[in-house]
């Protein structure tokens, strides 16, 4: 903070000496007075920049977001003793997430359609009635 302070200081005395230079070369005639403006216009424009850099000046966050996703033990012969095919199991996980068909059509990349249908299958091959229930029935077997 208070490098930038300072730098502003050092700007504005320097705008103000070249003001005064300005006042008396024109008197004096020693400058021509186009040489003043030029001098005047390339200063504001570096101090047009300098505080547009200061005033605007983001600060770049980057946030990393990792997801980790447990490994769940598969466990086939339970699997395939419910007649539960390995679509209809990764259809179960998702569910088990607490994710909607459509979620599941997307990251699965198969139609909600189709989706419903695995959904269907579970819940006859689980004997539930509410996809939180065949989540918990799936639990209680052991295979989730």
């Known amino acids: 903070m208070k490098k930038i302070a300072l730098?502003?200081?050092?700007?504005?005395?320097?705008?103000?000496?070249?003001?005064?230079?300005?006042?008396?070369?024109?008197?004096?005639?020693?400058?021509?007075?186009e040489l003043f403006i030029a001098l005047f216009a390339g200063l504001f424009l570096f101090f047009g920049f300098f505080?547009?850099?200061l005033i605007f000046k983001?600060?770049?966050?980057v946030v990393i977001e990792k997801i980790v996703e447990?490994?769940?033990?598969?466990?086939?012969?339970?699997?395939?003793?419910?007649?539960?095919?390995?679509?209809?199991?990764e259809v179960l996980q998702e569910i088990a997430?607490?994710?909607?068909?459509?979620?599941i059509a997307n990251k699965l990349f198969i139609s909600e359609t189709t989706v419903k249908s695995h959904v269907s299958n579970l819940l006859i091959k689980l004997?539930?009635?509410?996809?939180?229930?065949a989540v918990s029935k799936a639990k209680s077997v052991g295979i989730l």
């Open 7 to 33: 730098q502003f200081g050092l700007l504005a005395f320097l705008l103000l000496v070249l003001f005064q230079l300005s006042k008396y070369s024109l008197f004096l005639g020693g400058f021509k007075s």
């Open 51 to 53: 505080v547009s850099r």
């Open 58 to 61: 983001q600060k770049e966050t």
């Open 70 to 89: 447990t490994p769940i033990e598969l466990d086939e012969e339970k699997i395939k003793k419910l007649g539960i095919s390995l679509r209809e199991y």
């Open 97 to 103: 997430k607490g994710l909607s068909n459509q979620e």
């Open 127 to 133: 004997d539930a009635k509410r996809r939180t229930q």
